[in-house]
């Protein structure tokens, strides 16, 4: 039985003061248990030390939304791994679609990371997903095979444990619209073959894949209900305790 983890992430924003607000807020909404579900909260990385002495003694996990690959040097307005360990990190996002649409990361550069994180002890969120055009096109499946192969090449299987595939369709992120559940499950499905296939089905069994793309407390028990869906990476909802918690609840239910 896989655990369900539910990830917020932040994007670009709460300062200080509203950071500070948030997590106190879910903390006194989940008190000191959170059943069979792990939790992860990914502030900016303004935030993260704060986030890391607030979330003391609590059973919710700290994450980054990026990172670079080398350890220290000249790399102007770059946060290292190191860094992020230092700071309290747990978890961190890796090829979320705005990084990859906005900033140009390929699935070679999401690879380099990949490895230099599992190196330095810290748990990738790989995000994989196709476009409005691509899904149109009726290329999902091909565009996703294109991105797992990329983004987990040169990964043993023994660090597959270690890492979480997060399925977020560009289309449904900060669009309001969402895959329905069967389309999510589809591409889950398809998700959890191809690592049958790369490496073998045990590891393809054990393996954490999330959704990610409009998940909204209205939406997220018939999302985690399906059989190869194991948690959300979730957005905006994430900003309130109230809707952050509603959707942790959904997937304890579930």
């Not at 655990?3 to 948030?22: C, F, P, R």
């Not at 979480?164 to 398809?190: F, K, L, S």
């Amino acid at each position: 039985m896989r655990t369900k983890v539910i990830a917020g992430n932040w994007k670009m924003n709460k300062d200080l003061a509203e950071t500070s607000s948030l997590i106190n807020d879910l903390k006194a909404k989940i008190g000191t248990g959170l059943g069979g579900v792990e939790v992860v909260i990914c502030p900016p990385f303004t935030s993260l030390a704060l986030a890391s002495e607030l979330l003391k003694g609590s059973p919710i996990k700290l994450g980054a939304q990026n990172m670079y690959y080398e350890d220290e040097g000249a790399f102007t307005g770059e946060i290292s791994p190191k860094m992020l360990k230092s700071a309290g990190c747990t978890y961190v996002i890796l090829g979320h679609s705005e990084r990859r649409q906005i900033f140009g990361e390929t699935n070679e550069l999401i690879n380099t990371k990949a490895k230099k994180a599992l190196a330095a002890g810290l748990l990738p969120i790989i995000c994989v997903g196709e476009t409005l055009d691509e899904r149109e096109k009726n290329i999902t499946d091909q565009v996703i095979t294109a991105q797992i192969k990329n983004v987990l090449k040169e990964i043993p299987a023994a660090d597959l444990e270690k890492i979480i595939i997060a399925y977020e369709p560009v289309w449904a992120i900060g669009t309001g619209r969402n895959a329905t559940p069967q389309q999510a499950e589809d591409v889950h499905r398809h998700i959890r073959k191809l690592i049958g296939q790369l490496y073998n089905w045990t590891v393809a069994e054990k393996l954490v894949i999330q959704y990610g793309g409009s998940v909204k407390p209205d939406n997220a028990a018939e999302l985690l209900k399906q059989p190869d869906i194991d948690g959300a990476l979730v957005g905006g909802a994430c900003l309130k305790a109230d809707s952050f918690h509603l959707i942790i609840d959904a997937a304890n239910v579930v």
